[in-house]
């Protein structure tokens, strides 16, 4: 079973617009990942969140992770036509190799 | 090189059929993944080899047999599939250190029917 969820399960925005994704998890982490996949396509690991941190950001990305809350959320800045694709946050579930995957939020950006 | 590269794209099979997919990397990583996604699914765990030994085996069929014939190759291999086994496979590598293990590259899958 998986053990993130993350909502909403679909965004559609349009190009500019701010876009946030958020997940779930139930278990302790050591840290917690974001990929993204286009359609179809191989995953792209975007960032990592270590279980000390609150607060990340890579570019038009930020995220921030909530231990207390089991939590985690991804904003994309002035999102672009490029940036619709599935987003799935991942856990390790304790510092092994199994890594869980979100079900994953399809984001769609309007031109 | 930060690619992980999988052949086939695209395989179609019958239930009877023996095929492989393959999976290479040379990124020196020494963790690589089989995962199986359904659409619109999450991707889910199937096997990790590290140091080219079975580490995780995720309860999965026979009919499914991962070989790791050295650290850059990575092969499973395919036999007497059922039609629910139509799925994208994707193969992963990552280092293996503590945080570095969760930074997984994926390859672009194989898109496997099973007839």
């Known amino acids: 079973s998986q053990q993130g969820e993350e909502d909403p399960q679909a965004l559609s925005i349009q190009e500019g617009e701010n876009a946030t994704m958020n997940c779930s998890y139930k278990t302790s982490i050591n840290n917690l990942q974001w990929y993204r996949q286009n359609s179809g396509r191989g995953l792209v690991h975007l960032i990592l969140i270590r279980s000390n941190e609150r607060e990340k950001h890579s570019g038009r990305l930020r995220v921030t992770l909530d231990t207390s809350k089991k939590s985690s959320s991804l904003l994309i800045t002035a999102s672009r036509a490029a940036d619709t694709a599935s987003y799935f946050c991942?856990?390790?579930?304790?510092?092994?190799?199994?890594?869980?995957f979100g079900a994953g939020t399809r984001l769609f950006v309007k031109a | 090189d930060t690619e992980v590269t999988q052949t086939p794209k695209h395989l179609v099979m019958g239930m009877t059929n023996k095929k492989s997919l393959k999976c290479e990397q040379h990124?020196?990583?020494?963790?690589m993944y089989w995962y199986k996604q359904k659409a619109k699914k999450p991707p889910e765990l199937m096997f990790v080899?590290?140091?080219?030994?079975?580490?995780i085996n995720e309860s999965v069929p026979s009919r499914f047999s991962p070989e790791c014939p050295n650290s850059s190759l990575l092969n499973l291999h395919l036999h007497a599939l059922q039609p629910e086994d139509s799925a994208l496979y994707l193969c992963a590598s990552s280092q293996v250190g503590r945080e570095s293990k969760n930074i997984q590259y994926f390859g672009a899958g194989t898109r496997l029917s099973v007839l």
């Open positions: 990124m020196g990583h020494r963790a």
């Open positions: 991942a856990t390790d579930r304790g510092g092994g190799f199994k890594t869980i």
């Open positions: 080899y590290s140091y080219e030994k079975l580490s």
